[in-house]
């Protein structure tokens, strides 16, 4: 089964960058797109990232996402952390009919 | 306005059965592909099922066989049908759009499931 690997937590300080990384088994991540949510506690996950690389309306700049077929990774950077970027951040993608989300990333700015 | 409304969940003992209901606005349930996806307290998000527009079906490997998903388009609701219910299966569970490229655009704001005796 597909099963994608994120770090379970990374942190850093406000107006610095900070990046998770999100790694996909048997080398498939660039056969699907991977999309990104963040998850404040207490509330359903939001889109920060969709196919790959594309930010929704009213999602900063400062989120971006990238895709490394050699590393078999996709990565979400935030640059200018704020302590609003505090949360949960979970990749997904897809795999023969099935949605598969990674373990989630704790977000937390010192 | 797009909206999802999870309800139905509660505290159920183990082996027996809920049914959980997602009321739709915004869109038409028949048009669209819909999923529940779900959260353990504290643990991550976990994908359950899919209803696709053509009415085909798929679930995850811990709920297959236990879990029915299915939708009445005269009333826009999309249903989660759980029996033999599980310790394992408390969670928090919502409803979600699956959009195109398999994106989740737009979620509901979950129902507790408690299983427990």
């Known amino acids: 089964n597909f099963m994608l690997t994120q770090p379970h937590s990374v942190s850093g300080s406000p107006g610095k960058t900070v990046t998770i990384s999100c790694t996909g088994s048997?080398?498939?991540?660039?056969?699907?797109?991977v999309h990104w949510y963040q998850q404040r506690p207490g509330s359903a996950p939001t889109t920060v990232i969709y196919?790959?690389?594309?930010?929704p309306s009213g999602v900063p700049d400062r989120f971006s996402g990238s895709i490394d077929s050699s590393s078999n990774s996709a990565s979400l950077t935030i640059s200018g952390l704020q302590t609003e970027d505090e949360a949960d951040y979970y990749c997904q993608s897809y795999d023969d009919s099935k949605r598969v989300f990674g373990g989630g990333t704790r977000l937390t700015v010192l | 306005e797009v909206q999802l409304v999870e309800s139905g969940g509660g505290l159920i003992q183990p082996g027996g059965s809920l049914r959980l209901s997602c009321a739709i606005s915004g869109f038409s349930v028949s048009s669209k592909y819909m999923s529940w996806v779900r959260q353990a307290p504290g643990k991550g998000l976990e994908w359950v099922s899919i209803i696709y527009s053509d009415d085909s079906t798929s679930y995850a490997d811990s709920v297959k066989g236990r879990f029915t998903i299915s939708r009445d388009n005269s009333k826009n609701t999309l249903y989660l049908q759980m029996s033999s219910l599980r310790a394992e299966d408390t969670a928090v569970y919502y409803c979600a759009r699956d959009g195109i490229r398999y994106h989740f655009d737009y979620w509901g704001q979950g129902t507790l499931v408690t299983v427990s005796s």
């Open positions: 048997s080398g498939r991540i660039a056969s699907n797109y």
């Open positions: 196919e790959d690389n594309q930010r």
